[in-house]
């Protein structure tokens, strides 16, 4: 069997974490490249997990005829020039999410896949998680009867990541904690529902315990160390509600906020029975039974759902077929962050 023949577009944490071991595991792939703009990263990184090659320029990938596909894992303002480019190559493409930082680009990528005939795929994982597929599949059959609300929340402390620097940049980043951690609940939710389209979106962000950024007091700071000489413009929290043909959604997030706890979960509220899935864990279904009220716990086996992603992708490679998380499949939720964004820019509900 020839093997799918593969580059890694960025050395650093998601593609140490998990591309390129998912990569390396997997017997009908070939690490060809590993590309970073620091060439120590690439260096180790070919070292580490046996690739051909380290670039240090992207372009020098996009120009090998021997690389098929690639995996982009790079910052969020990256992601669509680097995309279109690579599909433009004729090269099929994995890209880390959000697909790209506006609605907009996220467009033009499906239309350079479309117009080369190139798969692309965007990572937004939770597809591919065992709980998430066993939640839908109860949706999908009705036992929850008619889906009429849904409420997420993705809430932490005080853990806005590498303040001032790249995560924190509107530039960079896009948006702070939508399009960081929102993202993926809002696709989560969209695929559990199934096709619906899209009537309201109203939102607000608020930018506020990060304002003084030598001031700010946290609990933890992933993504590097505060830079207080850098930017921070973008959202710590975020609120909304979305109004579509089917349920409505109402969210809530937060990198920071002056309450103690974490809460990231997702209620599925239905007219015969609901569901509380605890992002990243087990779920609960709540529902009736003889007059009386039932909640049964779902505690199952999970494969590892960025293997299973990444294995997916190469299978859709090989097969030229569109998948799940196909960007034809993530169009509604750039759509839904865009127009959070939107309306809390303008303060005005944006309608479709």
């Not at 591919?128 to 109860?138: E, L």
């Not at 993705?154 to 960081?180: C, M, N, W, Y």
Request: aromatic fraction near 10%; charged fraction near 20%; hydrophobic fraction near 40%.
């Amino acid at each position: 069997m020839e093997k799918l023949k593969i580059a890694v577009i960025g050395c650093g944490t998601i593609a140490n974490a998990q591309h390129l071991p998912s990569y390396t595991a997997n017997p009908k792939a070939e690490l060809v490249s590993v590309c970073d703009i620091i060439p120590e990263r690439a260096d180790a990184a070919k070292e580490k997990y046996g690739a051909k090659k380290a670039v240090y320029d992207y372009h020098d990938v996009l120009n090998d005829p021997e690389v098929q596909a690639v995996s982009i894992c790079v910052h969020n303002y990256m992601h669509a020039p680097m995309a279109i480019d690579f599909l433009k190559a004729g090269k099929d493409v994995l890209c880390e999410k959000p697909a790209a930082v506006t609605y907009d680009l996220v467009c033009d990528m499906k239309a350079a896949a479309d117009a080369n005939d190139r798969i692309l795929n965007i990572g937004v994982v939770n597809r591919f998680n065992s709980n998430v597929n066993r939640v839908r599949d109860i949706i999908q059959s009705g036992e929850l009867g008619e889906l009429y609300q849904i409420y997420c929340s993705f809430r932490a402390h005080r853990s806005i990541p590498g303040l001032g620097g790249q995560s924190t940049r509107k530039e960079t980043a896009g948006g702070g904690v939508l399009i960081d951690w929102g993202v993926h609940y809002l696709d989560l939710i969209f695929y559990c529902i199934g096709e619906v389209r899209l009537k309201t979106v109203t939102g607000a962000t608020h930018s506020v315990l990060g304002k003084d950024m030598p001031g700010y007091t946290y609990e933890s700071m992933w993504a590097g160390p505060p830079d207080y000489a850098g930017v921070y413009n973008v959202e710590e929290y975020v609120t909304g509600m979305v109004r579509t043909t089917g349920p409505v959604i109402t969210l809530n997030g937060a990198w920071a906020q002056n309450i103690g706890e974490d809460a990231t979960f997702i209620e599925f509220m239905g007219s015969k029975g609901g569901v509380k899935l605890t992002y990243g864990g087990d779920f609960i279904l709540y529902s009736t039974d003889r007059g009386c009220l039932t909640a049964t716990q779902y505690k199952g086996q999970c494969v590892n759902m960025f293997a299973h992603e990444i294995d997916c992708f190469i299978d859709a490679v090989n097969e030229h077929k569109k998948i799940r998380s196909n960007v034809d499949q993530v169009l509604i939720t750039a759509q839904v962050m865009q127009g959070l964004y939107d309306s809390a820019e303008t303060g005005h509900e944006i309608s479709y």
